[in-house]
């Protein structure tokens, strides 16, 4: 029998390829999960799979864009059809856009954060809201930013991660009474991932901490007895 404190959960990452998503990923296996990674880009996941693996873990890809909403209904049908509760769901999966005016956002560009950054959250938490509740300690994790406070040219991301910390807040509420369903909401701060750098092309990566600090911190927040509705920031 395991001592690991995640041995026999399921759990599923989102933009599993690299970054905190791979980081949090080998650190939710290692902890004794078993991790669905999805990311659009299979030969990322590949990687990140092998390292699981290599360290003893079990994990299983699931390359995927999640903008086709279709994508996520078949892919809740898959690991429905292999496991009977989903333990810990991570929402990771964002992307940046264009830093800009409010006025000269793009109205394509836009419509496609917000799919990735909340539409496809949703439609996740729907999908996978019958595996939660048979849990018996289902955590989410949504990964959010300092930048849900205003900020001069984040409007597009900003409002995107103000808007997913109201929706997994007001799912936690909803269910919190009928389920054992937690969620948690964790800003990052400063950490050195592709996208940090996109944003602050002048910054030394070297200063800044690495994403398995911000993958430590996860599982310590869904193997601690955390409260619904908690949020953390990631120092360091």
């Known amino acids: ?6 041995s026999g959960k399921l759990a ?3 933009g599993a390829s690299r970054g905190i998503g791979a980081a949090t990923a080998q650190a939710l296996a290692a902890a004794g999960a078993h991790v669905v990674l999805t990311a659009r880009t299979s030969g990322g996941l590949e990687e990140v799979e092998e390292r699981i693996h290599a360290a003893g873990g079990h994990a299983t890809i699931a390359p995927l864009d999640l903008t086709d909403g279709d994508s996520i209904g078949r892919l809740a049908q898959a690991i429905g059809g292999r496991w009977q509760a989903l ?3 991570v929402l990771n999966a ?8 409010v006025q000269a956002i793009d109205a394509k560009e836009f419509a496609r954060l917000l799919t990735l950054n909340i539409s496809a959250p949703q439609a996740l938490i729907a999908a996978f809201d019958g595996m939660l509740r048979a849990s018996s300690d289902a955590r989410i994790v949504a990964l959010t930013s300092s930048v849900t406070t205003p900020r001069a040219y984040w409007g597009a991301y900003g409002a995107s991660k103000a808007a997913l910390e109201t929706l997994i807040g007001a799912y936690g509420e909803e269910v919190k009474n009928i389920s054992a369903i937690r969620t948690h909401i964790v800003d990052p701060g400063a950490t050195r991932t592709a996208m940090r750098a996109r944003a602050f092309p002048g910054e030394d990566p070297a200063s800044l901490k690495g994403p398995d600090v911000v993958a430590d911190a996860i599982v310590g927040l869904v193997t601690a007895d955390t409260p619904t509705g908690h949020k953390v920031r990631i120092e360091g």
């Open 1 to 6: 029998m395991s001592d690991l404190p995640l």
């Open 12 to 14: 599923l990452v989102t």
């Open 87 to 89: 333990d810990i769901l």
């Open 94 to 101: 964002a992307t940046l856009g264009s830093l800009a005016a």
